[in-house]
């Protein structure tokens, strides 16, 4: 089966920085996808790495080892309004590659306290 | 335009209606994708369609009836429901359903209750 484990719950501190563990088991990765949730919206695309290394993107990082299944994403300069759940996605290659399937992480609550 | 829209916003059936969830997107995206979430859990896979056919039914129940009438739309046709379907159903495109750089965009979902 796939699996795809996030911590459930974490809390930091305003101007701080975060960082949100994601570690996979899965067959025919091709890609992994940081995506931020808050309550009662729809996930919006925070991050994406296929080969290792780190992506920057602003206030957003996200690193990605594959031999090691594991990846991170990293929160600089916390603001109030990052307190959302945030999924860690792996994109499974179906159909001879022919379509793509994303399978989610169980997600992060992040609380930002003041 | 890079939105995904669901109409309705918010369903109350019950487990004898027969309701129908719409999706629109005008992005030029022929991969379009229904998505279940429960409470506190990750979204679900349900189906995926490519060039408007579909291409992934993750073993849904047949309560469930997918259509994608043109490139731009995606229904989700719904028919006698159990209180346990009730959930946010979002709906996501993308550029191409295979290949690289794919990111799915999603919409605002619609709230489900099943009475």
């Known amino acids: 089966g796939q699996n795809i484990d996030q911590p459930t719950e974490m809390t930091a501190t305003e101007g701080a920085i975060v960082q949100i563990n994601c570690t996979y088991q899965?067959?025919?990765?091709?890609?992994l996808f940081w995506y931020q949730q808050h309550a009662g919206e729809a996930p919006t695309f925070l991050s994406y790495?296929?080969?290792?290394g780190l992506e920057e993107k602003g206030r957003f990082s996200s690193f990605l080892s594959r031999s090691k299944g594991y990846s991170y994403l990293l929160l600089k300069e916390l603001q109030m309004k990052d307190s959302a759940s945030y999924l860690c996605?792996?994109?499974?290659?179906?159909?001879?590659?022919?379509?793509?399937?994303?399978?989610f992480g169980t997600g992060t609550l992040l609380a930002v306290q003041p | 335009d890079t939105e995904v829209t669901q109409t309705p916003k918010h369903l109350v059936m019950g487990m004898t209606n027969k309701k129908s969830l719409k999706c629109e997107q005008h992005?030029?995206?022929?991969?379009m994708y229904w998505y279940k979430q429960k409470a506190k859990k990750p979204p679900e896979l349900m189906f995926v369609?490519?060039?408007?056919?579909?291409?992934i039914n993750e073993s849904v129940p047949s309560r469930f009836s997918p259509e994608c009438p043109n490139s731009s739309l995606l229904n989700l046709h719904l028919h006698a429901l159990q209180p346990e379907d009730s959930a946010l159903y979002l709906c996501?495109?993308?550029?191409?359903?295979?290949?690289?750089?794919?990111?799915?965009?999603f919409g605002p979902g619609t709230r489900l209750t099943v009475l």
């Open positions: 369609y490519s060039y408007e056919k579909l291409s």
């Open positions: 996605a792996v994109r499974l290659l179906r159909g001879g590659g022919a379509t793509n399937k994303l399978i």
């Open positions: 992005m030029g995206h022929r991969a």
């Open positions: 790495n296929v080969l290792d």
């Open positions: 996501a495109s993308s550029p191409r359903a295979g290949g690289h750089d794919n990111e799915q965009f």
């Open positions: 899965t067959s025919g990765f091709n890609g």
